[in-house]
């Protein structure tokens, strides 16, 4: 189990450093998540850290809702496209199917499938031993939510 989180987090780590990727900081009522649902599917604690990959399914319409995590967060689109904003409400990132991207710790963002058909993401977290694997943030004025 641990070889393969391993594994998952070196090719997710790799992945975001070819694109280049990084997400703007937030400040901002928690918003609830629609259509999401997630099941783990490994989970070990290493070193004061919590690895716990997951794989969550997003219906067409479906939202995260505004949130942030205590730790890093590494993912990989197995299906589908994420659009993703952060609490400035920019756009921050569309990933499609066979992308990789990271969000760092204490960012608030949100998550939409503006799609078709359902978003499937294969995610490892990175969190501080006993964290939650998120925590809701509030709306920061966003018009489409």
Known sequence: MREAIRGIR???????????????PA????TPGA?????????????????VLREITIAPG????WHYHDGTLYAFVKQ????????TCELDGLYKTGATFTEPSNQVHIGRNLGKK????????VNPAG?????DAPNPGCDFE
């Not at 070196?10 to 703007?24: I, K, M, P, Q, S």
């Not at 400040?27 to 928690?30: C, I, K, Q, S």
């Not at 359902?118 to 977290?125: A, H, M, N, R």
């Open 35 to 51: 259509g999401v649902t997630a099941r783990i599917l490994a989970q070990t604690t290493v070193g004061g850290k919590d690895y």
């Open 10 to 24: 070196r090719a997710a780590l790799a992945g975001v450093a070819a694109a280049g990727l990084g997400l703007v």
């Open 62 to 65: 479906g939202k995260t809702g």
């Open 27 to 30: 400040v901002a009522d928690a």
């Open 80 to 87: 589908g496209t994420l659009t993703h904003s952060d609490a």
């Open 131 to 135: 964290a939650p694997l998120s925590q």
């Open 118 to 125: 359902q978003l499937v993401l294969e995610v490892l977290y």
